[in-house]
């Protein structure tokens, strides 16, 4: 007896059909053969190509010849009613094994009417916008939330240093700090020395190369040097954090620290914003130092003594320059590490969550420091700094 | 069907470990086409290795496995395609795809390896879902059902190209006793009505006795089989204490309080 569950060998002899037009409107299909999963697929288009053209009142199915049918089959014979009924017309199998008919009757046509109706529902374009505009305002509410509450936990982290976890923090500020320092120094020395070379050509053309250190200064104490750390912070550190918080929520550790009575804020995001707080700066000082250094090496090349480009600097840059950049990474630093966590928290089920977790976290840091960077020159613009 | 008379799974003198520790050493047994067969065992013991071991997701040290005659063990390029298509596994925690729909779950293996029309995988993969009892979750992501509904349909995935066998692991873990109770008809329902052969790891005892036709148990102690036969007789006549201790219920540290009936 041929069995349902034979193997579907790729190589096993096909399945053959025939169709003829019995009587006026009346369609015969013989199938001799095997009806699996790698034969049904053929002889499903041509009797449905068959159907379309000849368009029968009633389907006559000869299933005599079939010797093994498999949940394919099946499903082919089931559609073929199926189809025949909702179309008005009529379809008979006959000379079916009975194994075979006892699998197709354990499906009820009646309860496959709306094989079409699961499709994904279609939204308008006006909905879309209204559901895209409230998904902003939540993530830009939880953010604001989510930042209120982290800063609030820092300072009352500063104000109890013995509450905080510093063994974690000096742990994050070493991977999240200490590591980055050779990516930030290649950053920082390739940007001064390029800033530098591309200044010094036109400028070389007024006798004004000397004011290049000017430039270099400038630009990399007040803006380059901490938007460029800040965005290095966002790639290396600020994925990393999202990773690691979504895969613990993902894991339920974080529901288990809750459950715990420990607050996964002060447990997990003080540590790693403190760390990014702390660590932020002092990278910013080491890139404008590496920075200033790269474009050190242009008028260098060019016949200037190193004194000069130093007394040069120091008389365009004073302090205000240098605490005002800083002051701005220590923010930078804190949107990163925030957005990170906050972006691992929310992370959700699947597979991709964790990895939408990360994007997200790198894509919002980036446009935060931006924004902030932005509101920073207007404020110090009018603060005269 | 106590023995083995049409073998759809053999394995002999299986030996097999993880870093130099051997999990199990020198198994035999084999697996009855159409049955119902039940791997046990205590924490430890090596069920879900020996899984591993006969669906290839692992290499023994030693010994063979032969899948419809088969090697398992050997077999690579088409010749291993070939055997993997006849099984299919429901992991521990259903392993459905996330991004995906019910519904495209189970068409995913239809849309690989065959040439259906996008038409028939829909029906196809829908009727796969009916036989679970899912016809009307099709469009629900995985992450919007119960665990026990999760089992269902990576249940109806891994018949999705009509397997000889079903590996399903832990099919009672996690689960209420209804739902538990629920796929236990369903897997007596799809044995007897499409002849598939069932290999089932399970902790659940009346689960066991409820669906298995036989099982084998591994111990951790031995590295080995320590019973092998029908639930019901070894419940009842095992001469093995650690058999009749595992078939009634009776921790190992029952004896320090003087309630065990003292053999260990």
Redesign the interface.
């Known amino acids: 007896m041929p069995?349902?569950?034979?193997?579907?060998?790729?190589d096993t002899p096909s399945s053959s059909f025939h169709t003829n037009m019995i009587s006026p409107g009346v369609l015969g299909v013989k199938i001799i053969g095997r009806l699996?999963?790698?034969s049904?697929?053929?002889i499903?288009?041509e009797t449905?190509l068959e159907i379309d053209r000849t368009s029968p009142k009633r389907v006559i199915v000869d299933a005599s010849g079939i010797e093994y049918c498999?949940?394919?089959g099946?499903?082919?014979l089931?559609?073929l009613r199926?189809r025949q009924q909702k179309g008005g017309g009529d379809l008979e199998i006959r000379g079916l094994q009975a194994e075979f008919q006892?699998?197709l009757d354990?499906?009820d046509p009646s309860?496959?009417e709306e094989?079409q109706a699961?499709?994904?529902k279609s939204i308008g374009f006006a909905e879309k916008i209204g559901r895209t505009t409230c998904q902003i305002c939540e993530h830009a509410y939880a953010l604001i939330e989510f930042l209120g509450e982290a800063g609030a936990a820092l300072v009352q982290a500063l104000l109890n240093p013995r509450q905080v976890r510093w063994k974690d923090a000096f742990l994050v500020a070493e991977t999240a700090g200490v590591n980055a320092l050779p990516v930030i120094g290649l950053v920082g020395f390739l940007m001064g020395l390029i800033m530098a070379f591309q200044a010094a050509i036109p400028m070389r053309q007024f006798g004004a190369e000397i004011y290049v250190a000017n430039l270099v200064g400038l630009s990399m104490v007040r803006e380059l040097g901490p938007l460029m750390t800040a965005v290095v912070l966002a790639g290396r550190s600020g994925s990393s954090f999202a990773a690691e918080l979504g895969t613990m929520k993902i894991n339920e550790e974080i529901d288990a620290l809750i459950t715990m009575g420990l607050d996964p804020v002060q447990f997990l995001v003080v540590t790693r914003v403190l760390a990014a707080v702390i660590m932020t700066p002092l990278l910013t000082l080491f890139a404008d130092l590496i920075g200033v250094m790269g474009g050190s090496i242009v008028l260098l090349s060019m016949g200037y003594s190193l004194s000069s480009y130093f007394n040069q600097m120091v008389s365009m840059v004073d302090y205000m320059d240098l605490l005002g950049g800083l002051f701005k990474s220590i923010v930078f630093g804190f949107m990163v590490a925030g957005i990170g966590c906050l972006r691992g928290l929310q992370t959700?089920?699947?597979?991709?969550?964790v990895g939408d977790s990360t994007t997200r976290a790198v894509v919002g840091g980036i446009v935060l420091i931006v924004v902030a960077d932005g509101i920073f020159s207007v404020v110090y613009y009018y603060l005269g700094i | 069907m106590n023995q083995i008379q049409d073998p759809i799974i053999w394995v002999e003198n299986l030996t097999a470990g993880y870093g130099g520790t051997l999990v199990v050493d020198k198994v035999t047994f084999g697996v009855n086409r159409g049955e119902v067969f039940a791997i046990l065992g205590g924490s430890g013991s090596g069920k879900s290795t020996l899984l591993k071991l006969i669906i290839g997701l692992h290499k023994p040290l030693s010994g063979r496995i032969l899948i419809?005659g088969q090697d398992m063990v050997s077999a690579e390029g088409?010749e291993r395609l070939?055997l993997l298509?006849?099984f299919g596994v429901m992991y521990q925690r259903g392993a459905l795809?996330?991004?995906m729909t019910l519904?495209e779950n189970v068409r995913f293996p239809?849309e690989e390896?065959?040439?259906?029309?996008t038409?028939?995988m829909?029906?196809?993969a829908?009727?796969?879902l009916?036989?679970v009892g899912l016809?009307d979750f099709?469009?629900l992501m995985p992450?919007e059902l119960s665990g026990g509904m999760q089992k269902r349909a990576a249940i109806a995935r891994a018949?999705?190209?009509?397997?000889?066998i079903l590996f399903l692991d832990e099919l009672s873990a996690g689960l209420d006793p209804i739902t538990s109770a629920d796929l236990d008809q369903l897997v007596l329902s799809l044995a007897q009505?499409?002849?598939?052969t069932f290999v089932i790891i399970t902790h659940e005892l009346s689960s066991i006795y409820t669906i298995a036709d036989r099982i084998i148990m591994l111990d951790k102690q031995s590295r080995g089989i320590i019973a092998e036969g029908r639930p019901q007789e070894l419940r009842d006549h095992s001469e093995n204490t650690f058999v009749r201790r595992f078939f009634n219920r009776r921790g190992a540290s029952e004896s320090v309080f003087g309630e065990f009936d003292g053999e260990s």
């Open positions: 069995k349902y569950n034979s193997l579907n060998m790729p699996d999963s790698m049904t697929g053929n499903w288009r449905k498999d949940g394919s099946i499903g082919y089931f559609g199926h006892q699998l354990l499906f309860e496959f094989i699961i499709k994904p959700e089920i699947g597979a991709s969550a | 419809d088409q070939v298509r006849k795809f996330g991004s519904l239809l390896f065959t040439d259906l029309p038409q028939a829909d029906l196809i829908m009727m796969k009916s036989l016809k099709g469009d992450a018949m999705a190209l009509d397997p000889q009505n499409l002849n598939i």
